[in-house]
């Protein structure tokens, strides 16, 4: 008889510590002093503020990557691709098919109702005599 061992991929937990905190509120203030100035310096080219408002972005989120909580976020963005590289994504017919499938329920399922809210309203002008 053999038996059968799972292994399960363990991954060590790593928990917030305070540098983490700090690091979380400098990348932050980093950010929303990147927004205020990308507003209060109107009178200088729009390209040079978007690019400073992108390297300001970036420094964050590398600050973020740093983090205990960062980390964890990557490996769950990483993990994510690896998952949709797997999947099997439909052709473009099996597509279009499914598409025309849907689209004539919902006209064949409109048709319907439409049939049973005229015989519903026809019921009831019929039973309050504002029929003919």
């Known amino acids: 008889m053999v038996k059968n061992t799972y292994y399960m991929s363990t991954k060590t937990i790593e928990h917030e510590s305070r540098g ?6 400098i990348a932050v203030a980093l950010l ?5 100035a990308f507003h209060t310096y109107s009178d200088i080219s729009l ?5 400073s408002l992108l390297a ?3 420094v964050s989120v590398f600050i973020l990557l740093q983090t205990a909580k960062g ?7 990483r993990d994510s691709r690896a998952e949709v590289r797997k999947v ?4 473009r ?3 279009m098919q499914t598409t025309l499938v849907v689209v004539v329920m919902v006209l064949v399922v409109g048709i319907i109702l439409w049939i049973m809210d ?8 019929m039973l309050t005599g504002q029929g003919d």
Do not use: C, H, M
Request: charged share 15%; aromatic share 12%.
């Open 32 to 36: 929303v002093g990147g927004g205020v």
């Open 118 to 125: 005229s015989f519903l309203l026809w019921a009831v002008k």
């Open 56 to 58: 300001v972005a970036g």
């Open 93 to 95: 017919a099996e597509t």
């Open 88 to 91: 099997v994504w439909p052709t």
């Open 71 to 77: 980390k964890s976020a990557w490996g769950f963005v």
């Open 47 to 51: 390209l040079v503020r978007v690019l």
């Open 20 to 25: 983490d905190t700090l690091k979380l509120l």
